[in-house]
């Protein structure tokens, strides 16, 4: 993405400051910045970072096509630019500079808005959503970046929506982007964003200078291990948010294990709150819970006072970030007039997001794609499936292959049916993919590859008082395959298949 902040550009000696090594071209002006060589405008600075799998170098040419007219790479990269007609522009340690670089053009708009973040595997687009839509109907202007991209709250009455939001390739996106959209935010009014910050930017630094005034942690489970390697790396990458100089205030979640090892790493200057379901040692805690399939009421005590939580989400899991969401705005808002909103804020898309018509199975659509996530779903629908509970799921291709097989044994152990399919195999064989979440069960499960035809047949198959879960891909409206991506929605292929079983249809 790349928005020109000023349109007389930036000298590139300001603009780089003591993030360059030395460069003759300090008089060149850029209009822009921009990573994504596909996306660069003309009098762009086209930045080529480095990853594991790539260079960026080799988008340089594409760059130079569509108009950059400088080229900014690491001090380390080793290559021949005698051929390239402009600029060349070498930093030491890029990776780390490009966010200060981006928030510099921006002049600084993180530290014009008041910005919580939140991290974990599980629990970062939830509560990033739910903190945005109740800021808004509490009658902030406030907005929500991450994972289903990003956008502003409407009214009081309508909170966050999704046909406002304006998708993003990650869940957190690039170091540019970030700036360019957190400029957008501020330049509209906003006073309240809600981040997601996955590990892989943290890692990346793609939120270095990114003015983070309030923390959360969420959990820590298995996943991404295909990039970080192990859990202890994983658990780093977290850490890293906390670790910022200008944070004010945490939030943990004291019922997750690795919430001990963060707050060791957390400065004595920053404020402390800890969540909890039951553990009357956190700041903020139930003394009572109520959960049913109408959702859940609890009493909760809290530094600001006690009173009743209402809501519609379901799950101990979504209780818990409720919970979250309820330490971050009460710090500053009224108690009782968050606890009185709390029942109008809604799930975000993809996340235990129910389908139901009449004589026909119970339909959840949940983003679950982690052991800990499936398994907390499961839990949760297993306590209100009055006949058999089913569940369609796969698991991502060219990623993380050890949680396939806990995910098939998590599957097996709370379910009545399995249907094993395609998730988003990328430009891995479907069937491989399958036989290593099968390693983790004893028994059979169905196996239908083509995710339409899973999905079709749990539908159909399924008694009028079961319950079908399709898990996975949650609020993707897309397929990711070896050549390239499809359109594909879970929500669309369920309705689909829940109307044709109404009318007779196979």
């Known amino acids: 993405m790349t928005t020109p902040f000023n349109p007389k550009g930036w000298a590139v000696g300001k603009l780089l400051g003591d993030e360059k090594t030395e460069s003759p071209f300090a008089k060149l002006f850029v209009s822009g910045l921009c990573q ?4 660069v405008k003309q009098g762009d600075l086209f930045f080529a970072r480095s990853g594991k799998t790539t260079n960026g170098m080799l988008y340089a040419d594409e760059a130079l096509r569509k108009g950059a007219i400088g080229i900014v790479v690491d001090q380390a990269w080793v290559g021949d630019v005698s051929h390239y007609p402009i600029p060349i522009i070498r930093v030491s340690d890029l990776e780390s500079k490009v966010s200060r670089i981006a928030s510099r053009f921006y002049e600084n708009p993180s530290k014009k808005i ?10 970062k687009t939830s509560c990033c959503w739910l903190l945005s839509d109740l800021l808004t109907r509490l009658g902030e202007k406030s907005a929500y970046l991450g994972t289903l991209g990003y956008g502003i709250g409407g009214s009081r009455t309508d909170g966050m929506s999704a046909s406002e939001v304006i998708k993003t390739s990650f869940t957190t996106p690039d170091a540019i982007t970030i700036q360019t959209i957190l400029n957008r935010l501020s330049n509209s009014g906003v006073s309240n964003v809600a981040l997601e910050a996955s590990s892989h930017a943290l890692a990346q630094r793609r939120i270095e200078a990114v003015s983070v005034d309030t923390a959360i942690f969420t959990n820590l489970s298995r996943d991404h291990l295909d990039y970080h390697g192990d859990m202890k790396s994983y658990g780093a990458s977290k850490a890293l948010l906390f670790q910022k100089p200008e944070l004010e205030t945490v939030i943990i979640n004291a019922d997750d294990d690795f919430s001990n090892v963060l707050e060791r790493e957390i400065s004595s200057d ?3 709150y800890r969540y909890s379901l039951d553990n009357n040692k956190a700041e903020i805690f139930c003394t009572s819970i109520e959960l049913d399939s109408l959702g859940v009421i609890a009493k909760v005590s809290t530094p600001w006072g006690q009173g009743t939580l209402k809501s519609s989400l379901v799950g101990q899991f979504n209780l818990s970030n409720l919970l979250a969401v ?3 705005a009460a710090k500053r808002i009224p108690l009782s007039d968050v606890l009185r909103v709390i029942p109008l804020i809604k799930a975000p898309t ?3 997001e129910v389908i139901n018509m009449e004589s026909v199975p119970g339909v959840v659509v949940d983003y679950a794609h982690t052991p800990d996530a499936l398994e907390k779903v499961l839990i949760t629908l297993r306590a209100h499936s009055i006949g058999k509970l089913w569940v369609v799921f796969g698991c991502g291709g060219e990623r993380d292959t050890g949680k396939r097989s806990k995910m098939g044994a998590i599957a097996e152990r709370y379910t009545d049916r399995v249907v094993l399919t395609s998730d988003n195999p990328r430009g891995e064989p479907e069937h491989q993919i399958i036989a290593q979440i099968k390693r983790g069960m004893v028994g059979d499960a169905i196996i239908k590859t083509d995710r339409r035809d899973a999905i079709r047949h749990a539908i159909f198959s399924a008694a009028s008082d079961d319950l079908v879960l399709i898990a996975g891909k949650g609020h993707e409206d897309f397929q990711d395959l070896a050549d390239g991506q499809l359109p594909f929605s879970d929500q669309y292929q369920v309705r689909s298949a829940l109307s044709d079983r109404q009318d ?3």
């Open 36 to 39: 994504d060589s596909r996306l």
């Open 114 to 123: 008041h910005t919580i973040a939140v991290t974990g595997t599980n629990g």
């Open 270 to 272: 920053k404020e402390i």
């Open 326 to 328: 309820v330490a971050a």
């Open 350 to 352: 993809g996340r235990m």
């Open 504 to 506: 007779g249809v196979r």
